[in-house]
């Protein structure tokens, strides 16, 4: 079974706070996401990363930075946190260059900033 | 930009009945599509993937894929009410410079009605 771990369920960090969300996986995937989660905005791809020190834009990348220095972990950064950036993050990630393979998903951490 | 557009609902069904989740989207070039189910609280779930014009059945779900109508549906048989969830439909997209990533709906919510 494919593993997908992110390091906290909830987090609660303070505005201006720079923020670590962490995810490994344990499946040699080349792919890994993150998303943020939103009622109504479904789910928004902030950033992801095809290879090791390879990183992409995805819809929402503002505010946030990442960092892939090893195949297995993917890191998600707020570099200065703020209100609305309280949401569930969810990690994933797949294999690469095969058009079938889907993305499988981690628990998600529920991030609250005050 | 690409889209996928789904009736975010909700969808209330009497338990038995089929439940039927329409997706649309709008590259034309789009080969594989997904249909994840996502529990309130929860991450996403892969229920099964198509990428062939027609028909696949794996248990009580069929996925329909038509692609000259660029649109792809999930029927769920003998609805259960373990089968309220929030339904997401994903269509994979290649990414310049390498990699592939999934391009999410906002979903569709389901009721299963005892």
């Known amino acids: 079974d494919v593993k997908v771990t992110q390091s906290s369920r909830y987090l609660v960090k303070r505005t201006g706070e720079k923020v670590f969300l962490e995810c490994v996986q344990d499946m040699d995937h080349e792919n890994m996401f993150w998303y943020r989660q939103d009622p109504g905005l479904g789910l928004r791809l902030i950033y992801f990363s095809y290879d090791v020190k390879m990183k992409e834009k995805g819809d929402i990348p503002e505010g946030y930075s990442v960092s892939r220095e090893k195949k297995e972990r993917f890191s998600l950064i707020l570099e200065s946190a703020s209100t609305n950036q309280t949401s569930m993050y969810l990690c994933?990630?797949?294999?690469?260059?095969?058009?079938?393979?889907?993305?499988?998903f981690g628990d998600g951490t529920r991030l609250s900033i005050l | 930009q690409k889209e996928v557009e789904q009736n975010s609902g909700p969808l209330s069904v009497p338990e038995g009945a089929i439940a039927s989740l329409n997706c649309t989207y709008s590259?034309?070039?789009?080969?594989?599509f997904f249909w994840y189910r996502q529990y309130s609280g929860k991450s996403p779930e892969l229920i099964m993937f198509?990428?062939?014009?027609g028909d696949k059945e794996d248990g009580r779900f069929t996925a329909q894929l038509n692609k000259a109508s660029q649109y792809v549906s999930l029927l769920i048989r003998d609805s259960q009410p373990s089968d309220s969830a929030t339904y997401l439909c994903a269509v994979n997209e290649w990414v310049t410079g390498g990699g592939n990533k999934l391009t999410f709906g906002t979903g569709t919510q389901l009721k299963v009605e005892l």
């Open positions: 994933a990630s797949s294999f690469r260059g095969l058009n079938n393979q889907p993305q499988h």
């Open positions: 198509i990428y062939s014009n």
């Open positions: 590259d034309r070039g789009s080969q594989s």
